[in-house]
């Protein structure tokens, strides 16, 4: 029921920045959680940055903290995630991913476990040294 569509990824010096768009059509709902979710060769997937939809409260996993951050345009519907200081370590295929629902009222945020309904195709990211 939704698609989401990645772009903005490429290759960077470290220290550079890159900011990735998600651009996402279908049946929409405001509190579901969306993230961003990377994956490096031969490694886990793992959970990058969420946003709670139209609360705006967000969630980032410790290595990006002070670096990436994750945003929404409610109007465009469009999510985003500003990429600051890359390191070599963030050099991974980056993904976004939506929930199905709106999760409840008490949630305050999300974590990434609930932003893995729908998934977008990727975006290459590479940051050389």
């Known amino acids: 029921q939704v698609q989401l569509v990645e772009s903005g990824g490429g290759s960077v010096q470290a220290g550079g920045s890159l900011r990735l768009s998600c651009a996402a059509s279908?049946?929409?709902?405001?509190?579901?959680?969306m993230g961003w979710f990377r994956q490096a060769p031969g490694k886990e997937r793992e959970g990058v940055a969420t946003?709670?939809?139209?609360?705006?409260?967000?969630y980032y996993i410790d290595s990006v903290k002070g670096r990436f951050t994750i945003s929404q345009d409610n109007a465009k519907n469009t999510l985003y995630l500003q990429m600051n200081s890359l390191k070599p370590e963030d050099t991974a295929m980056y993904y976004c991913a939506t929930g199905r629902r709106p999760l409840a009222y008490y949630n305050t945020y999300c974590r990434p476990a609930y932003a893995n309904d729908y998934w977008g195709q990727g975006t290459q990211v590479t940051v050389s040294s």
């Open positions: 279908g049946a929409t709902y405001s509190r579901t959680c």
């Open positions: 946003i709670l939809t139209g609360v705006g409260s967000t």
